[in-house]
């Protein structure tokens, strides 16, 4: 393969048009997108708008006039079809893992005979810490079990009140199979929450057709809403009515505004909601999603398979001294690559432009976002990595020098 | 009374060069900054800088290189400031209702023999919606206990875990005595938690002089941080090590990088975050705070305070057909009168440019925000006031049709 080839799929990317709707900073191979979103070109205006005009003039009217308080409620419907997911079967709220906190703590209450959480080992930290708080704050011996993603379905048994998965492994890539393990749990009388937080927008889910009780995903990254962009909850439309949820906050209550004494669900997903959304944010988060609407997700998904398979190709063709993590066999829109000094590698590659990101103790990891991502980026940024790993530079101790955010 | 008293007052009102730190529109009289505060004019720009270069270009670095990682402790310890607290002991996350959950549960756990959370009847509706769901979710016979204002010294027994109030009554405006409801509860073994969503800002605060135990509060009203601004919440430095949270999120694992397979608590407040918090929103706040800072608290409460006084006195002087329910002997910054069609003469109000806000059933609420409000304004109002009464005009249909946020 030459650079040339990978100019010729450019060429040919009927994507390639979407990259003019990002503002990609000069000098900058980006494949970290799996970790924070690019910044969308139209999304420095929108926020502009929404503070001097909406918060500056319209003060307080806003939350009528420019629709503040259906927000929430209206992004979350374009995220339900990112998603395969009904209206009105998705809202936007808090963070992540408030989320799962929220959807785990009513899945239990459905469950009440069942005492296990079943998980994978390697799922992201924090998934796992918001169970094991759960269990511990409601002392009724709930247990987290995790086991390896070979051993899922295996261990599904009918002491299982929740499977809690993330469909696709932030470390590894790694895509579980959401219809087979829906399928399974179901069989077993147990409840699924999906992890979204490195599908939604990177790949077609089918929450909907594979009748999935409940899902919770990331706003910032796929997504492109922005640091720290509020987070998303999937509740099916058959549970919505049964959902008890342990944080009954006056925004999912069923009439915020009477300000009655005591706490009344509201009807559908909204009930979920706790507290005011941060409308700045939220708003930068619509324009992230506006653009993954205007995708077709079978193309980014065929995309980000193939750019995976160059990628590696690359790597191979470059002989370099590092192994590959990812199954390429079932994975989701990363390649991780692992290397013993992966940290001071990764330093040395983002201050030379190549910006992936390190994941302890030993991985390299790079997103394949296609909506800006281009195969020439793959080209340059395969050959700095091997300049790098060539060069040595990376044992200089500078770059071991842990930053706060690795 | 005359206007030109009031503009006499405003000449030599210490605070008069503050509002031009404001970008408020024209037209409009804003009595309603205990509601949603008004733009700080210097919000925009560092909103937009935040946008474009911090996420633009800096992408992922920004968390180191931007300080992204340490913002809601920064934005914490400045308002630290504001509350007569101690840096370290505050933090900027989630809503408030996120966090009245979070420390009631830790308190109730440092207090398992008792049962009873205390709180007032008229609190504002999502505190005691938290505490009934909590109480709900842990099935331990909890129960929330309230009573009127006067009744809460009497109502701290044996049996009261945490006494769990808001300092500033959002419907009556009225002050609680936080000294003596403070050492009361400490006196009885229980630990309050003071809800400051209408001091913060409004008036000086001393979390620390006073042994307050826990404490939220709110990021948009008087901080001016923007439309759903995130929230904070106060841990004193002596409870820290003991507090264990029901929320456990990776980021408040005491290294939430090295993604550790199990939840390994912080140290110090940052234990109670749980998630990524939304930057660009947390951004705005900091504004908002840094503005405050530069005010002199106890100069903010007596013109808050002389404000209150002078604009019940142009309603006595109009001779308005309205009750007066804020007591005025001990109140915050608002003044809340009653009339039997408040929610139609408030839309008729905003319409006119006066914009206070509805409180259900009755309640015509105005905030007195020293920062930008001015002695002119209230004369303003209280004449628009008086001629919209006196008209009738808010007996057309139209004023009666309720709006989403009222």
Redesign the interface.
């Known amino acids: 393969m030459t650079r040339d080839d990978l100019a010729a799929m450019d060429a040919a990317d009927a994507l390639s048009d979407m990259r003019a709707l990002f503002?990609l900073?000069d000098g900058?191979i980006?494949l970290?997108g799996n970790?924070?979103g690019?910044?969308p070109a139209a999304?420095?205006a929108r926020?502009?708008s929404v503070?001097?005009q909406?918060?500056?003039?319209g003060?307080?009217?806003?939350?009528?006039d420019h629709g503040?308080?259906?927000l929430a409620a209206r992004v979350g419907d374009k995220i339900a079809r990112l998603v395969g997911a009904a209206q009105g079967s998705v809202m936007v709220a808090?963070?992540?893992?408030?989320n799962i906190?929220k959807l785990l703590?009513a899945a239990l209450r459905m469950r009440p005979e069942r005492r296990v959480i079943l998980s994978e080992?390697g799922n992201?930290?924090?998934d796992?810490?918001?169970a094991?708080?759960?269990a511990?704050?409601?002392g009724r011996g709930h247990t987290l079990r995790?086991v390896a993603p070979d051993d899922i379905l295996g261990a599904i048994g009918p002491d299982v009140a929740v499977v809690m998965l993330t469909q696709v492994n932030y470390?590894t890539g790694h895509l579980l199979d959401m219809a087979e393990i829906t399928k399974a749990a179901h069989h077993a009388g147990a409840l699924v929450i999906w992890d979204l937080a490195h599908s939604a927008g990177a790949l077609p889910v089918e929450l909907g057709a594979l009748d999935v009780d409940l899902a919770v995903g990331c706003g910032?990254k796929f997504l492109n809403g922005?640091?720290?962009?509020?987070?998303f909850l999937y509740v099916a439309p058959r549970l919505q009515a049964e959902m008890?949820?342990?944080?009954?906050?006056?925004?999912g209550?069923a009439a915020p505004?009477?300000?009655?004494?005591?706490?009344r669900p509201a009807h559908g997903v909204v009930r979920a909601v706790?507290?005011?959304?941060?409308?700045?944010?939220?708003s930068?988060l619509e324009v992230g999603v506006d653009i993954a609407l205007c995708a077709d997700l079978g193309l980014v998904r065929r995309k980000s398979l193939h750019m995976g398979e160059v990628f590696t190709n690359l790597v191979a063709q470059a002989g370099l001294d590092v192994a590959l993590v990812t199954p390429m066999a079932a994975r989701g829109s990363q390649i991780s690559l692992s290397h013993p000094q992966a940290y001071a590698v990764m330093q040395v590659l983002?201050e030379r432009g190549v910006?992936g990101?390190f994941?302890?103790p030993d991985v390299l990891r790079f997103g394949m976002t296609p909506l800006y991502t281009r195969y020439v980026d793959l080209w340059d940024a395969v050959w700095v990595l091997a300049d790098v790993l060539a060069s040595g530079v990376w044992r200089e101790e500078r770059f071991s020098v842990r930053?706060?955010?690795?």
Chains 1, 2 share one sequence.
Do not use: C, K, Q
């Open positions: 503002d900073p900058v980006y970290d970790s924070l690019p910044l999304a420095p926020i502009a503070v001097s909406e918060w500056g003039t003060l307080i009217r806003s939350w009528n503040w308080i259906d808090d963070s992540t893992s408030v906190f703590s080992a992201f930290p924090t796992l810490y918001i094991e708080g759960l511990d704050l409601l995790t470390h910032y922005g640091p720290g962009a509020p987070a008890r949820y342990p944080i009954t906050g006056w925004l209550h505004f009477a300000f009655e004494p005591g706490y706790v507290g005011t959304p941060p409308v700045i944010s939220l930068a983002i910006i990101d994941r302890a930053r706060a955010v690795t």
